[in-house]
């Protein structure tokens, strides 16, 4: 399988907010998915009840991509948590996703981050009352193996502490909307 962090922060992507990939040029079906602020989770599950369901491909410290480490503010030789899945309908990837989390941010309620195995993070996360999340930015993918079609990626804050998820998703949602 190809490095996930490459497919999801490739060198040049053109993201929403920035250079050509604005908002309203998005396709409307992938618009609605890829901007929406609410749980993704629920959003999955609601589309084939009791079908969904979380892979774990890996976790683990490591140095954040560039992007990661300008989102998250991060100086220096900063490691983060690193947390990979994929998220299904059956035996249907749907989103290929990566969360980054500081070091820091995992003390505190942040702490049960690195226990969720094959939950999902959208189970916690939107079960926190002090939850921000910064606006999403979205991205075409390049051509790649998985099938991947669009991106999206925001910061979200516990209190104070931030982490990034990057979700890419495959074709195949549209088969299920």
């Excluded at 629920?42 to 774990?56: H, K």
């Excluded at 690195?114 to 189970?123: D, F, N």
């Excluded at 996360?125 to 079609?149: D, I, M, V, W, Y």
Aim: hydrophobic share 40%; charged share 20%.
């Amino acid at each position: 399988m190809p490095e996930l962090a490459t497919l999801l922060h490739p060198a040049v992507p053109d993201w929403s907010g920035r250079n050509r990939c604005l908002p309203s040029l998005l396709p409307p079906l992938w618009r609605d998915w890829l901007l929406d602020s609410g749980s993704l989770t629920a959003r999955l599950s609601a589309l084939r009840p009791g079908q969904f369901r979380v892979q774990l491909l890996a976790q683990y410290h490591g140095r954040p991509t560039p992007l990661e480490r300008t989102e998250l503010q991060l100086h220096g030789q900063h490691s983060v948590w690193v947390r990979e899945v994929i998220l299904l309908l059956g035996d249907t990837p749907l989103v290929y996703a990566r969360t980054a989390v500081p070091i820091t941010t995992l003390n505190g309620a942040g702490k049960r981050l690195q226990s969720l195995g094959e939950r999902s993070l959208g189970s916690f996360l939107f079960q926190q009352p002090n939850l921000r999340r910064t606006p999403l930015r979205a991205s075409h993918c390049k051509a790649n193996a998985l099938g991947l079609e669009w991106s999206r990626r925001s910061v979200f804050y516990l209190g104070d502490k931030p982490l990034m998820v990057s979700e890419a998703f495959t074709g195949a949602l549209t088969d299920f909307l």
